[in-house]
């Protein structure tokens, strides 16, 4: 249901080609050049691009191929998952930090309601000047009373002068009017809007204020649902903010000594799942999605997978069972590999038998008795021995003590 509130401003705060500044990295001086990120392991098509590389036609989702023919000097990055989500997950935390409600539009781009922080900061500039020096890097402001009109106007700002739209729709739709129909691949379901752009450039309707001025029964008749959402967002409407909730962050990592594989490989990451469930930020609950990502030797960047569990686990041999496959996706050797909660499951529940064996009986003790005993000594009080490397020459490398599970 798309709305317009009379009161509520939202705020859209965005960082420039984010993903491209982040895997540069201290190799900031090339993005002044024709620069792009190498596709995914796997993949054909090329990441973001810098400002040098657009100006020779060379564009985010190009497959490689097409963009050296455009740019045969074009410079590519191994792609750094792994860096970009947590810079930017320390983004979203400042952001909160200050009292916002953020919902993430992508890796880049935030928005967040600001009519709370009003009174708390005295007013929207003084608002934007708090969230400016949270961030902490060159963002651009956008503000409005939607929250695809407060995108447009930060893509539209420049640098440290946010583009305030308070006037409500009229001042909306007269902003959106001359922008070009592909603008609307910038909303909150752009993905879902893209084939529509398409069509409607094919059928010569160019710019957003052409989309809004056609009739509301011919879109519907034309294009259906999609098409009564996208011309509602060229009249300057949209849907409410969906926010996030601020999850801790929990998370193990482990530096490999040298290029490890096999079954080396496969040890470590059964150490990592046994520190992560012995984790106290735990609290006895269920893990229902991990991200296990690696960082690659000889600055090959990083690997990231993202995985959601068929039900919520807290069993050890399942997780290693689910995990261990998504090893033979990576796509070089490994240097430090980390397992990191996404989201929790609901808290363990037991569920008795009838008549209980006595091995069961046994193992309940147990497992008892290793949570008091962390209770009293703290996590590392119960380890178990997790052989690495059996047949390595260095007695350190052999084994190593993990939590008992």
Excluded: K
């Amino acid at each position: 249901m798309f709305a317009l509130s009379a009161t509520d401003l939202i705020a859209c705060v965005l960082v420039p080609r984010f993903e491209l500044v982040i895997t540069a990295g201290r190799r900031s001086g090339l993005l002044g050049a024709p620069v792009a990120i190498a596709p995914e392991p796997g993949g054909q098509r090329i990441g973001e691009v810098s400002a040098a590389a657009e100006a020779f036609g060379v564009g985010r989702g190009m497959r490689l191929g097409e963009a050296l023919a455009r740019c045969r000097q074009l410079i590519l990055l191994p792609p750094d998952p792994s860096a970009v989500q947590e810079r930017w997950e320390r983004v979203l935390g400042a952001l909160e930090s200050t009292g916002a409600a953020v919902e993430t539009l992508g890796q880049g781009v935030a928005c967040f309601d600001i009519g709370g922080l009003l009174r708390l900061y005295g007013g929207v500039q003084a608002v934007l000047g708090v969230v400016l020096t949270a961030v902490g890097m060159p963002v651009r402001c956008g503000v409005a009373q939607a929250r695809f009109v407060a995108v447009m106007a930060a893509r539209g700002a420049r640098p440290r002068q946010p583009l305030i739209l308070a006037g409500g729709q009229r001042q909306a739709r007269e902003f959106l009017a001359p922008l070009p129909i592909e603008a609307l691949n910038h909303a909150a379901h752009g993905d879902a809007l893209e084939p529509l752009t398409q069509t409607l450039r094919r059928l010569g309707i160019g710019t957003l204020g052409e989309l809004a001025a056609l009739p509301r029964a011919h879109v519907a008749d034309r294009f259906g649902r999609v098409g009564l959402e996208a011309r509602e967002l060229a009249l300057g409407y949209d849907t409410p903010l969906r926010t996030r909730q601020p999850a801790e962050a929990v998370c193990e990592s482990l530096e490999l000594p040298e290029s490890s594989g096999g079954e080396q490989l496969e040890r470590a990451l059964g150490l990592l799942v046994d520190r992560l469930l012995a984790r106290p930020e735990r609290r006895g609950r269920t893990l229902r999605a991990v991200i296990l990502s690696a960082t690659l030797v000889e600055g090959g960047g990083s690997w990231r997978q993202q995985v959601t569990f068929r039900e919520s686990l807290s069993d050890p041999v399942r997780m290693r069972l689910a995990l261990t496959p998504r090893l033979q996706l990576l796509p070089a050797p490994v240097q430090a590999l980390t397992l990191t909660v996404e989201r929790f499951g609901p808290a363990t529940g037991e569920q008795r038998a009838l008549l209980e064996e006595p091995a069961r009986a046994r193992a309940t003790r147990l497992r008892e008795a290793v949570r008091q005993t962390r209770a009293g000594a703290g996590p590392e009080a119960v380890l178990r021995i997790l052989y690495i490397d059996p047949r390595s020459r260095y007695p350190e490398r052999r084994a190593i003590l993990t939590p008992f599970e």
